[in-house]
């Protein structure tokens, strides 16, 4: 169990640095993905070229799901940033209570 415990400390750091990671990705992609969408509704109808002649053609609906799961990504991830960063809840009793295997009575023994 010592092992295990010592290594615990790189674990949590390579999990909030994925994390991190994958924050920064999730608002690229929003930020493409409502751009993308933006856009086409700026230039659906006014534009004089080619996207009023085939205004059904242009599907967006993926679009608007990439934009949706990037949000929950990043609603998600920057939650779990926050609390793991914040000293109480990712403090070294609590990390030895949940490693260690003891039985706690409901999440108010965590805390």
Request: charged share 10%; glycine share 10%; net charge positive.
């Amino acid at each position: 169990m010592a092992t295990a415990w010592k290594h615990y400390g790189f674990n949590r750091n390579a999990q909030i640095a994925m994390s991190g990671v994958v924050v920064l990705l999730a608002i690229t992609t929003l930020a493409t993905g409502a751009n993308t969408v933006r856009v086409y509704n700026q230039n659906r109808h006014s534009n004089a070229w080619w996207l009023p002649i085939w205004p059904d053609h242009f599907e967006i609906g993926g679009a608007r799901s990439l934009i949706g799961a990037s949000g929950t990504a990043l609603l998600l991830h920057s939650i779990y940033l926050f609390t793991a960063l914040m000293p109480k809840v990712s403090s070294i009793t609590l990390r030895k209570k949940i490693y260690s295997g003891s039985k706690v009575k409901g999440i108010m023994g965590l805390i």
